[in-house]
C-alpha cells in the first residue's frame, strides 16, 4: 500500500465552515450538527506536483488518488474503474450542427455505468474503515455497482430497490451476492426505508451526495475530460509538468439526472482543477430529467433554489425516479449561477427516439437513462442553448439489454429457415430459396448529390440503417445529371452549395428533361435561404430540409412517404 505524498484532506461543513478529519462514521459536523461536508485538499501543493504525477500514471480514476478521500492507496479491490474514452461522435455533431461532440463512454467501465466510480471509492473508503456491512437504495446502477465491488471486497450489502426496476438489473444485483429488498413505492420513500433499515441495525448508509467518497468520485469524470480534450485539441504538444499547461475544458457537459450526484460531483472537479491554477474556465451543467420526473427543471424554470418534490414521478424510465433532490437542487443551482446551467427535461417518447439515433448513427447502444442526455442535447441545440462551436461532452451510461424488447418493436429481424435442415448437406437451392424473401428484389433507388463526402455518408447511414435502399453518390453537379439520366432514380437528395454547377442549376437542368423532370427532390442544405431562392425552388421540390435542424428517422419518414 502506498501512502500518499500530500497532507490528508480534511472535511468542511458546508454550513458552518467548520473543518474536521473525515470518517465514514462522523455523519454530522461536530461544531453545527449538519449533515453536509465536502472534502478539501492542500490545493496550492497539488497544483504544482499533479501534472508531473499524471504523467507517470496508467489512465484509471486512481491516478488522481491524492484528489480522493483515501488515505492509503490500496489497488486490491480495482477492476479498472475510470479511464473511459471520450469518443468523437461526428455523425451525430454533423446531423445537429455541432461538431464538437464527445461522448464520455463510462459504458465501459467494469459494470457499464458512471457510478462504477462511486462504489470503486466507496468501497475503498469502507474497507479503510473496516466496515463490513453497508445499506444503499437504488434505481438500479448504483446498487449494481457497488454489488461489484463490494463482493470483491467482501462486504455485505443490503440493496433496495423500487419494484420499478428492470426484473433483468434486479438479478444482476443479485447473482453478486447483495441481498434485494425489493420495496413496491417510489424511489423516494424506498431511500426512506433503507435508511430507516440501516439506523436500526446500525449499519453504514449510502447517502449519495452527503456521502464525501461519492461526491469524490464523480469529479473524476471532470478531471479525465479535462486531460482527454486536452491531448485531442493538441495532440502533439502533451502538456509538459512544470509549465503553465493550455488545459481545455469544455462548453457545457451534459448528463441525465435523478439525484443531482453526478453533475454535483463533476463541477467540483472542474472547480478543483481551476482551484490548483490548471484550468481557467468552469463549464456550463446541464442536467436532464425525465419529464415525469422533473422537479428540478421545474424549480430552475421558476428561478427557484428549492425543488418541489414529485410524488408521483410518470416516467417509464425508473432509474431517473428521484421525485424530491432535496438540498442537492439548491446545491447545484447556487453553484452554476456564474457558470451557467441548462436544466430541460424530455419525454419518455424524444428518449426512447433517441436510443435509435444514437445505436444507428453512432454504433452506441445505451440505456434509457443515458439517452436522455442525449435528448436533452438535441434538445438544447433546438433551443439554441448551445451555440454551433461549443464543444459538449456528454456522460453516456449503461447497456439497452433491459429495454431493447420495449423499443424494438415488431419485425427487427427477418428470419431464414432452412426446410431441409436435418440433412448434412442442405440443397444449394433450398438455400437460395431460403433466403429469397429476406429482401425485396428491387429496393428504391435513391441518389445523394453533395460535394462534402462526410455529408454523403451520414445520409447513406442515415437511410440504410432504417431500410432497403439502393443508394447512388454524385459529387458535384455535373455527375449528378449524368447520374439521374443513367440511373432514373426513385428521388434525388440534393445539396444546393455546391461549385461549378449548384443545386440550383441542377435542379433546372432536371426538370428541363423529359425523362428526368418527374423525380422527386429533396433538398438538405447547410445554407439559409433567401426569399428569391426559397421562390426558386417553390414548386420544384417536395421537401426542404435544413442541415442540423432534422433528425435522422425525420429524413426517413420523407423519403418513406415519397418513395412509395
Ligand atoms: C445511467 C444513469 N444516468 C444518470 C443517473 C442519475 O444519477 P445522479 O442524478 O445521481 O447523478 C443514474 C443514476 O443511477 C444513472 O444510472
Ligand atoms: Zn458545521
Known sequence: MEVL?????????????????????????????????????????????????????SFDLWRYRELLPIYEYNPSFSMGEGGTPLVHAANLGMMLGVPKIYIKDERQGPTNSFKDRQAAVGVASLKEAGITEAVLASTGNVAISYSAYAARAGIKL????????????????????????????????????????????????????????????????????????TAITDPEQKPAPQQPTPWQVPDWYFQAVSGGLGPLGVLKGFHEWKRMGLTERIPGIASIQAEG????????????????????????????????????????????????????????????????????????????????????????????????????????????????????????????????????????????????????ERFPRIAIVDDIPEARRLLRRILQSQGDYSIYEASDGRQALELAARELPDLIILDLMMPEIDGFGVLDALKANPNTAHIPVVVVTAKELTPPEKERLRGQIQALMQKGEFLSDELVDEVRALVK
Open 293 to 440: 420526473c422533473a422537479p428540478m427543471v421545474h424549480a430552475w424554470h421558476d428561478h427557484r433554489e428549492v425543488a418541489d418534490p414529485v410524488r408521483n414521478p410518470r416516467t417509464h424510465i425508473a432509474t431517473l425516479a428521484t421525485g424530491d433532490p432535496g438540498r442537492n437542487y439548491t446545491l447545484l443551482y447556487q453553484r452554476t449561477q456564474e457558470s451557467g446551467a441548462i436544466f430541460e427535461s424530455v419525454t419518455d417518447e424524444e428518449t426512447f427516439r433517441t436510443i435509435h439515433i444514437l445505436a444507428k448513427m453512432e454504433g452506441l447502444s445505451v440505456e434509457p437513462a443515458a439517452a436522455v442526455a442525449f435528448a436533452g442535447l438535441i434538445k438544447a441545440v433546438r433551443l439554441g442553448l448551445v451555440k454551433p462551436d461549443d464543444t459538449i461532452v456528454v456522460n453516456c451510461t449503461g447497456h439497452t439489454m433491459p429495454v431493447e424488447k420495449m423499443i424494438l418493436g415488431e419485425g427487427w429481424s427477418r428470419d431464414v429457415d432452412i426446410p431441409s435442415r436435418a440433412l448434412p448437406d442442405i440443397p444449394e437451392e433450398g438455400l437460395i430459396s431460403a433466403i429469397r424473401h429476406i429482401t425485396a
Open 5 to 57: 505524498l500530500t497532507q490528508p484532506f480534511v472535511a468542511e461543513c458546508l454550513d458552518c465552515g467548520h473543518q474536521f478529519p473525515f470518517t465514514l462514521n462522523t455523519l454530522a459536523c461536530p461544531a453545527c450538527g449538519s449533515q453536509w461536508s465536502e472534502a478539501r485538499y492542500d490545493y496550492t501543493t497539488l497544483g504544482r506536483i499533479l501534472p508531473s504525477l499524471l504523467s507517470k500514471r
Open 158 to 229: 443490503w440493496a433496495f430497490l423500487t419494484s420499478l426496476v428492470p426484473a433483468e438489473k434486479m438479478r444482476e444485483v443479485a447473482i453478486y451476492g447483495t441481498q434485494v429488498v425489493k420495496v413496491t413505492a417510489t424511489y423516494d420513500q424506498a431511500k426512506k426505508v433503507a435508511a430507516e433499515f440501516a439506523h436500526q441495525r446500525n449499519l453504514c448508509l449510502e447517502r449519495g451526495p452527503k456521502t464525501i467518497p461519492s461526491v469524490e468520485s464523480m469529479k473524476t469524470i471532470a478531471y479525465e475530460i479535462v486531460e482527454q480534450l
